[in-house]
């Protein structure tokens, strides 16, 4: 184990050690950057959306009441949620990306309770442009991997291009279950801006994907420094 938090400085090929949250409103683009983040700096990216999914997936009987909560757009109770994180966390004590927990302030208490926080990244999207991007999402019925009609379409309309399964709108993007998300995200998920403020790296989340990754690699770096 190399010694210490002050090894920011290691070449990329390394992983560094760094707790990391990010968070932002539905579609501001959470997903897309935490992988390129766990990419770059060798540490594992969980997501709670992809995890709750999973479980939907299975089949169990944990998974059907889950699902009857996210496909209208409803967040699962705070312990459920936890209990499904915690095993991840406790597994890679080094660090991590975690995208999509804490969202309300009683998540963010029982995290803090248990671990020390480095940086938070708020991805900063106006409700008009996550609405939009959120009409055009397609997800692959098999795989899981998200498309965008306009930003990152198939090369085949309707087919995923990894696995060939058809792609559907996800069941919580909906109208209404999307309604519901950026209501919640104000005002549950929002207060955590303010509960952070000293560990918050803010990033304008409005541009492409190369564009937020190379302010958001650069404000990194200079957190790290
Ligand atoms: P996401 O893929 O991050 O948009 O999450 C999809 C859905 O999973 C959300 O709309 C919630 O229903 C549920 N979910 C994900 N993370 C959490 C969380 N931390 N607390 C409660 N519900 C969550």
């Not at 999509?100 to 409700?127: M, N």
């Not at 519901?180 to 801006?193: E, F, G, M």
Request: proline share 6%.
């Amino acid at each position: 184990m190399r010694g210490g938090r002050k090894i920011y400085k290691a070449p990329l090929q390394e992983s560094l050690e760094m707790k990391l949250l990010i968070i932002g409103p539905q579609a501001s683009g959470k997903g897309t950057q935490a992988n390129r983040i766990a990419k770059h700096y060798g540490i594992p990216h969980f997501s709670t959306g992809d995890l709750l999914r999973a479980e939907k997936a299975s089949g169990s009987a944990l998974g059907r009441e889950i699902a009857a909560r996210i496909d209208q757009g409803e967040m699962v109770p705070d312990e459920l949620i936890w209990n499904m994180v915690k095993p991840h966390l406790d597994a890679h004590p080094e660090g991590w990306i975690l995208d999509g927990y804490p969202r309300t302030i009683r998540q963010a208490e029982i995290l803090d309770d248990e671990v020390s926080i480095d940086h938070v990244i708020l991805l900063d999207v106006p409700d008009e442009v996550c609405i939009e991007r959120i009409s055009g999402r397609r997800i692959c019925t098999r795989c899981g991997h998200i498309y965008h009609l306009k930003y990152s379409p198939p090369r085949r309309e309707g087919v995923c291009d990894l696995d060939g399964a058809p792609l559907k709108l996800r069941a919580d993007d909906t109208p209404a279950a999307v309604k519901k998300r950026l209501a919640d995200y104000h005002l549950k998920t929002a207060p955590l801006i303010d509960h952070y403020a000293a560990k918050l790296i803010r990033i304008d989340g409005r541009p492409g994907i190369e564009e937020v990754w190379t302010s958001l690699r650069a404000a990194l770096d200079t957190a790290l420094e």
